[in-house]
């Protein structure tokens, strides 16, 4: 798109002394004004998202994700990136303790999204194009992403692998900051 609408501009190249054209400084000034933008944007939208999570759930599951190995895969990689997964943790993590939350974060290993949140059967395999889970054993049909979450609502302790904020009911969460 941006290289189709900039075709017809004059770029700048010291090698040959060209300056560039004022449309092209223009066109390149929006551009710059508009990913401005959208970045001001998606900050805006992660720090709303996980201040609305924390005030309205006192209690927050979130899997550990293979970050790393996610961006091995290129594919994932750029989408990833975009998500800001990491800053999604991060905010939910300082805000748990603001809010007083307690996050589970879930073993990444866990199948939650293979699992059959009705009967426990495991699918051998499950793409990331199959947006509705299909059971193979109790046929029930469901949206793949409530499925998961509700897997990990119902993940045993077991699977927990990092408790975050307000973990225990003593105040150890908020003695520990004023301590600080
Ligand atoms: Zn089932």
């Known amino acids: 798109m941006i ?16 300056k560039a054209s004022n449309n092209a400084k223009k066109y390149y000034d929006k551009i710059r004004k508009q990913h401005h933008q959208i ?9 709303q998202t996980t201040t ?8 927050i599951k979130i899997e550990s994700l293979n970050v790393k190995g996610m961006m091995a895969n290129h594919k994932l990689a750029a989408s990833i990136a975009d998500l800001g997964m990491y800053e ?6 300082y805000k748990a303790e603001w809010y007083t939350n307690r996050i589970d974060v879930i073993d990444q290993w866990y199948p939650s999204s293979k699992k059959c949140s009705n009967c426990g059967h495991k699918k051998e395999k499950l793409s990331l194009s199959d947006r509705l889970y299909v059971c193979d054993e109790c046929g029930f049909e469901i949206d793949r992403d409530l499925n998961a979450s509700i897997n990990l609502e119902q993940a045993p302790e077991s699977v927990i692998v990092e408790k975050i904020g307000w973990v225990t009911s003593e105040l150890t969460s908020v003695d520990s900051i004023k301590s600080s």
Do not use: S
């Not at 290289?3 to 060209?18: A, C």
């Not at 609305?52 to 209690?59: G, V, W």
């Not at 999604?88 to 993590?93: D, I």
């Open 39 to 47: 970045a001001c944007q998606r900050k805006d939208f992660l720090q």
């Open 3 to 18: 290289q189709y609408h900039n075709r017809n501009k004059q770029l700048e190249n010291r090698k040959q002394g060209v």
């Open 88 to 93: 999604f943790k991060r905010q939910l993590t």
């Open 52 to 59: 609305y999570l924390c005030k309205t759930y006192a209690h």
